[in-house]
C-alpha cells in the first residue's frame, strides 16, 4: 500500500484527536500517573503545573507510527530509531518522577546515539553546504555528538508555554514536507505525525499553558529529531545544515547561552533563567507575546531551510549568512529590553 495524502491526513486528525484528549486527561488534578513540576529558579510558571504531556504526545504518535507501518511496511531502521526513543522516553520519565543522576541520563543518550549508528544513520559529509566526506571515525563522533546535543538541547529550551510544542510542530512539520517532497514518503509521514501529536497538545500548552511538555517529552523529541534529521541528510532529502535551520530558534539559543555561561565560568549543568527567550520574559514581555515572536522565527527558519535545499552552495551561504545576522540582531534587541527592564 502507498502512503497517500489522504490517508497521512486521516492518521494526523486522529493522532492530534489522541494527542489532545490524552493531555486533558494527563492535565486534570489528582490524574493517572501525574507528576507536578513545581516552581524553581529555572522557571517562569507561579503554580505547580502537570508535566505529563509529552507522555501523551509520545502515547499518540506510537499509535499512528504502528497504524503507518502496518499499511505500508516498515524498515529496521524505523525500529532502530523507535527502540533509542522508547529507552530514552524510560529514562526521562523516571526523571520526572524522582530524579535520575545526570550520568545515568547521558549513558542512555549515548545508547540511543548507538541505536541510531546501528540503523545505519551515522553522518558521512561534513555539515555544511557542499562539505566533502568524512572519515568513518568521524562520522560516527559528530553522529554521537548532534544527537547527545539536540536530545539535551530540547530539554534545555522547555521552559516557556508552548515554546517545545511549537518548535515540534514547524520543525517536524518541515522536516516531514522536505522528505515528502523528496520522495521518501513513509518517513515523510511519520516525521509529520509528530507534528500532529504536538498540535494536539499544544491545544492545552498554549499560554496559559495548563500542562507541560516534560523530560518525559522533551528528550525523546529531540531524539527524534535528531534521527530524523540524520535520516534526511542521508536520504537527500535535507542536509543536515538545513535540519539545524528548521530548529535554528532551539539551537541558537541554546547553543549561544550555554557558550557564554562557559566563558563567565558559570557551571551550565545547573538550571537558570538567562535563555534568551527566559530573558525576554522575565524583562516583562508576555508569554504569549514571547511565543508569537519564536513562532516567527520557527517558520522561518522552516521556509528558508526547505527552499535552500535545492539551491547553490553560493546562495545557501548567502542566506545563511543574513539568517546569522537576523540572530545577532535579535540577541542585541534583547539584550537592549534587559537593559531597559533593569534601569526602570
Known sequence: MTVSFGLVVALCVVVAGVAAGLTYSFGRPGAWLSVLDLPNERSLHQRPTPRTGGLAILAAVAGGWLALFALVGGSAEVCWIAGGALSIAVISFADDRGGVSARCRLLVHLLGAASLLAGGLAIQRVPVPGGGELGEVAGVVLTVGFVVWMTNLYNFMDGMDGFAGGMSVSGFGSLGVALWLHGDRPMGAASILVAAGALGFLRYNFPPARIFLGDIGAAPLGYLAAALALHGDRSGALPLWAACVVFSPFVVDATVTLVRRAVRGERVWQAHRTHYYQRLVTSGWSHR??????????????????????????????????????YVLAMVAVNRFERIHLNR
Open 289 to 326: 507575546r514571547t511565543v508569537l515572536c519564536e513562532y516567527v522565527a520557527m517558520l522561518t527558519g522552516g521556509v528558508v531551510a526547505l527552499h535552500l535545499r535545492t539551491c547553490s552552495p553560493p546562495s545557501q551561504w548567502l542566506a545563511l549568512a543574513a539568517l546569522m545576522v537576523g
